[in-house]
């Protein structure tokens, strides 16, 4: 079951998609190779499976980043430090 709390809610409707894409090609997948021995086409909805997958974790890993800079924000509130005094070293920044 998806757990619609692992998303913001701007990518809700998109890991909805993908979710479902996935639920659905993990069955045809499965079926057509047990069934059918469709390799070709079994390869071919696993690898979009992937995609799918792949797509749902970057997501979800979008939201966890997100808390972990809001929790920094909070705790740097809590502590009266200027926002605007912080200096990112990092590469590129």
């Given at each position: 079951m998806l757990k619609v709390d692992q998303f913001l809610r701007q990518d809700l409707a998109k890991a909805i998609v993908q979710y479902k894409c996935a639920f659905e090609?993990?069955?045809?997948?499965?079926?057509?190779?047990?069934?059918?021995?469709?390799?070709?086409?079994?390869?071919?909805?696993?690898?979009?499976?992937?995609?799918?997958?792949?797509?749902?974790?970057?997501?979800?890993?979008?939201?966890?980043m997100l808390e972990r800079i809001h929790k920094v924000a909070v705790e740097l509130q809590r502590q009266n430090v200027d926002i605007k005094t912080i200096v990112l070293k990092k590469a590129g920044i």
């Open positions: 090609l993990s069955k045809e997948a499965t079926a057509l190779l047990i069934r059918e021995n469709d390799f070709e086409k079994s390869i071919q909805y696993t690898e979009d499976l992937l995609k799918s997958l792949k797509a749902l974790q970057k997501m979800k890993e979008k939201r966890e």
